[in-house]
């Protein structure tokens, strides 16, 4: 069902799922087109944490944006739980990033206000949130472990405290899914441990599916699974020590980007079967 009711998630908890089909999102500048996104086909269970990988101006912020409703794709559906959020009207949408969805743009003091504490910061940011999803400001600081710095001015914090308070900011409506853009990016390696540390917590805590950009393996390692975005496509995904690439719905596979030297574009590649499988064989030149 479609609704304000389910998009504004009252009394709902727990993590949303994502299933993302034939998404297409083409940025029209004046005379230019740009196709961000060509063909994306993602699932995230509820509660799953997920990191986006690939080189710049591969999607991957694009995509986030698709997932938070900030954008109208091109073509292609987003579901966020029960949602198809391409059918949702702007004051549901709103709804849902004030509720349900919560999304942490790259660079941490872009989240906060700046002359506000912490703890005025997630007060603020409960605003609308539904009474009985949303913990008071204290203790939702506290079981982050930014109990200390609940009513420092922002400017005395580090920047993985600051990330980590506006991330207690973003999930204090208490979410179902959460999307961040880059956060450990532009911090030391304590400071990126502490929010990678911060991300787990909201995840067990709350249940929130964490979806993240990154663009450094640790952080993905340590989150569990990596999408790595190519060209606009889910090219490869990894979990733990595992690589696997995935199946487009046309039916493309993106080579591992370690191959790409031995195989370029135009190499022929036969496709025998094997059983279940199917093996990949390139023809020699004669
Ligand atoms: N607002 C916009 N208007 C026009 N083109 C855009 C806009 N935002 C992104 N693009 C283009 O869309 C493509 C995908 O961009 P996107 O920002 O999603 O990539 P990204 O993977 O997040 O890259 P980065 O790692 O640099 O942040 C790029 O070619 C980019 O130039
Ligand atoms: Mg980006």
Redesign the pocket.
């Given at each position: 069902m479609t609704g304000p009711g389910t998009a504004g998630g009252s009394g709902t908890t727990g993590g949303l799922s994502v299933r993302v089909e034939g998404l297409v999102h083409i940025?029209r500048?004046h005379e230019t087109e740009?196709v961000?996104l060509r063909g994306v086909d993602l699932q995230i269970a509820a509660g799953e944490t997920v990191t986006l990988f690939?080189?710049?101006?591969?999607?991957?912020?694009?995509?986030l944006a698709a997932l938070s409703g900030l954008i109208r794709p091109s073509a292609g559906t987003v579901r966020i739980g029960d949602d198809d959020i391409g059918r949702l009207s702007e004051r549901e949408l709103s709804r849902l990033r004030l509720g349900r969805v919560a999304t942490l743009l790259q660079g941490a003091g872009r989240n906060l206000l700046p002359y506000a504490t912490p703890a005025q910061n997630v007060a603020f940011a409960q605003r609308g949130a539904s009474r009985r999803r949303a913990a008071p400001a204290a203790d939702l600081l506290a079981d982050l472990d930014l109990g200390d710095v609940a009513d420092a001015p922002l400017g005395a914090l580090s920047g993985g405290e600051l990330q980590r308070v506006a991330i207690a900011a973003a999930v204090a409506g208490g979410p179902g899914l959460l999307l961040a853009d880059e956060p450990t990016s532009q911090l030391d390696l304590a400071g990126r441990d502490a929010v990678i540390a911060t991300l787990q917590r909201v995840n067990e805590r709350f249940g929130t599916t964490v979806v993240a950009?990154t663009h450094d393996r640790e952080v993905g390692e340590r989150l569990g699974r990596q999408v790595v975005?190519r060209a606009g496509r889910v090219g490869e995904e990894g979990r733990g020590e595992e690589r696997f690439v995935v199946v487009g719905a046309d039916g493309a596979l993106h080579l591992p980007l370690g191959e790409r030297d031995q195989w370029p574009a135009g190499t022929l590649v036969e496709v025998r079967r094997d059983g279940e499988d199917l093996r990949l064989v390139r023809r020699r030149q004669p």
């Open positions: 940025y500048l740009v961000a690939g080189p710049s101006g591969s999607g991957k912020s694009t995509l950009v975005m």
